[in-house]
């Protein structure tokens, strides 16, 4: 289930440098076994729990989508341990009634769309949440994203914890609410949901959690919408990528200012 896929012949004009893995701290890999399944499971098992405040049976966060998505994680070079972690799976869109997102949201609309991949269970240990790893995890994507599985969209869900975090949610909200048009997406929640107004907040209350910031950058598109996890207590918000844009306007910036 973890075979690679077979290699594409790259047909893009745009030229990509590779990365100076000497001039930095991460090493990035794909998952090839169960034994590393199972670390990549505890591992969001761990982050999870820290920012969800829930629990996983056995200390997994396991579902049937990890058998079929292929998972790539980056980890510190020097510690060996894992910094952050997100899986991916290719889609047709006449396929994507099988997919995560469509539990939460109604994807009727990209069903004459192809080679459409799902990110998902992306996250990242705290120690490394200033931005570098996530955008380290996202450069080294590239290769598979766009030469092997050709992907032309990205899609899956951005969160925020509601449980002791209204305010910030709240806030979160408003500010998707006012996203320019060229930065929301129409997708419907299923059903959509409305956080209330806190009854106390604090002025970083107001700020956007970094991942969202991370998306904006990259020229994707959030909807307006937000579905609530109840297992996890959370606000999902849908996540729309045209690989064109994602490429020259974020790819091609990091590997020049890395």
């Known amino acids: 289930m973890f075979a690679k896929l077979n290699q594409y012949r790259q047909n893009l004009s745009l030229p990509l440098a590779k990365p100076k893995k000497a001039q930095s701290q991460y090493k990035f890999e794909w998952v090839e076994d169960l ?3 199972k670390e990549v499971q505890k591992f969001r098992a761990v982050q999870f729990a820290d ?3 829930i629990t996983f049976e056995n200390g997994l966060d396991q579902d049937l989508y990890d058998l ?3 998972h790539a994680v980056l980890r510190d070079k020097w510690s060996n341990e894992i910094v952050a972690y997100t899986r991916l799976k290719r889609f047709q869109g006449h396929e994507l009634k099988q997919s995560y997102s469509s539990q939460e949201f109604d994807v009727s609309q990209f069903s004459e769309l192809d080679n459409i991949v799902e990110i998902g269970r992306t996250c990242v240990h705290p120690r490394y949440r200033n931005g570098r790893a996530l955008s380290m995890l996202w450069l080294n994507l590239v290769p598979t994203v766009l030469w092997k599985m050709k992907a032309k969209y990205l899609i899956g869900c951005v969160s925020i914890r509601l ?4 305010a910030r949610a709240y806030y979160t909200h408003q500010f998707l609410k006012q996203l320019d048009d060229e930065q929301f997406i129409d997708v419907k929640a299923k059903p959509a949901f409305e956080p209330s107004h806190p009854e ?3 002025p970083q209350d107001e700020r ?3 991942l969202f910031d991370v998306y904006l950058k990259m020229n994707a598109r959030l ?3 937000a579905y609530h996890d ?3 207590n959370c606000l999902d918000y849908f996540v729309f990528v045209e690989i064109n844009d994602v490429v020259k306007n974020f790819v091609l910036n990091k590997m020049v200012n890395r």
């Open 230 to 232: 109840e297992s996890f």
């Open 163 to 166: 449980e002791d975090n209204k």
């Open 51 to 53: 920012q969800f405040g």
């Open 200 to 202: 106390y907040s604090f």
């Open 35 to 37: 034994k590393q399944l």
């Open 208 to 210: 956007i959690p970094k």
């Open 223 to 225: 909807s307006k919408q």
């Open 68 to 70: 079929d998505c292929e």
